[in-house]
């Protein structure tokens, strides 16, 4: 393009901090007090007492340290370094000036995340426009995108990309914060898709008599005959409580065949007790079933359904309770167990 009168001068000039001479040749070079990487010697101009010094041969430049190379040997604090001006790097262009599409290669780009701010802000509109990024297709005809969420939301959360190896058959789950509201940051981890059942598993309790108010605590083996259980992790159990292998909404059901095998009329139950607190403190019914018998020596048979959802395995267990009015004895006693869902 022709200009009338003097043509513009653009360029990235900047005048480097000020060095005081000491007895070595080496300084390094700073711009606001941040180590300077020139692109080459010939893009500076250096004035060593008064006299503007030859680049590569009164001087060298090796990253942001320059060696000067004078003939007297080694400079001293008698020296003075008076300016060092660069003037722009391998396609650095002025704020005035224009860049023709293609021209800064990803090689030039020297993104760089620190403390206080991210390497690559993708900026909005200032209107309704949300920044974007979007990832072309191989001939540049179709894009995805990432967007950012609205003004209105005001979010400023960060996401931090798992630290494990990527595997099939995952998802991208949120597994902890720190901070919290709209500047919380969250750790994501690969976690099990919901396309299947993870957890499925099955115990039984050999033959065993309990008085009123006893937990059932004996007996208890996980049924592998048939079942092949577990399927997955599976529950664990000590003296009657049970734990849960991870987190999430599982469906419990018991089953058991009866004994009354004193008294001539009654009831015989099961009171399933639950904890937050790992039993410290806290100790909930989430679940009750009776059956009535008439007579001594009576049989009779309970089905129980529960749902509970499991927000800490340390703490999330149950146990079950013989609730009766008459010793019981309990035969071909089941207790499965089956997770519907992550939470």
């Known amino acids: ?27 390094t070079l700073q711009h606001n007090s941040v180590n300077f990487s020139p692109e080459s010697a010939n893009h500076m101009l250096v004035s060593l007492n008064g006299v503007i010094q030859a680049p590569n041969t009164s001087y060298s430049v090796s990253g942001s340290t320059i060696t000067f190379l004078p003939s007297s040997g080694t400079l001293s604090s008698s020296d003075s370094i008076d300016f060092i001006m ?5 396609l650095d262009v002025g ?5 023709s599409d293609a021209s800064i290669t990803k090689a030039k780009m020297n993104l760089i995340s620190d403390s ?3 390497g690559l802000t993708i900026k909005g509109d200032g209107g309704s426009e949300n920044g974007t990024i979007a990832l072309n297709c191989s001939s540049n005809s179709h894009a995805v995108k990432i967007s950012s969420p609205s003004h209105a939301s005001g979010q400023s959360y960060e996401m931090i990309l798992p630290t494990t190896n990527i595997t099939a058959g995952k998802f991208l789950k949120v ?3 720190s901070g919290s509201g709209a500047t919380g ?24 008599t309990y008085s009123n108010n006893d937990y059932l605590t004996a007996g208890w083996s996980r049924h592998l005959t048939l079942t092949g259980a577990p399927h997955g992790t599976g529950l664990s159990e000590s003296s009657g409580v049970f734990s849960f292998p991870s987190t999430g909404v599982y469906k419990m059901d018991f089953q058991t065949y009866f004994w009354n095998n004193a008294g001539t009329r009654g009831y015989l139950g099961v009171d399933v007790r639950g904890t937050n607190d790992n039993f410290s ?6 679940s009750l079933g009776y059956t009535h018998t008439s ?12 749902l509970i959802d499991v927000t800490n395995t340390s703490n999330n267990k149950f146990k079950l309770l013989y609730n009766g009015s008459n010793t019981g004895g309990f035969y071909f006693t089941y207790l499965n167990s089956v997770k519907l869902m992550e939470t």
């Open 281 to 286: 403190s806290n100790d909930q019914r989430i």
């Open 295 to 306: 007579v001594a020596q009576d049989h009779s048979g309970l089905f129980m359904s529960w």
């Open 95 to 99: 704020v005035a000036s224009t860049v």
């Open 185 to 208: 940051v969250g750790q994501l981890s690969f976690a099990d898709a919901g396309g299947g059942i993870e957890e499925v598993d099955r115990w039984v309790m050999s033959s065993q």
């Open 175 to 177: 597994d902890s914060v």
């Open 116 to 118: 206080s701010s991210a």
């Open 86 to 90: 660069v003037y722009g790097n391998v």
């Open 1 to 27: 393009m022709s200009y009338i009168g003097k043509t513009p001068t653009v360029g990235n000039f900047i005048k480097l901090d000020d060095i005081s001479t000491s007895s070595t040749n080496s300084y």
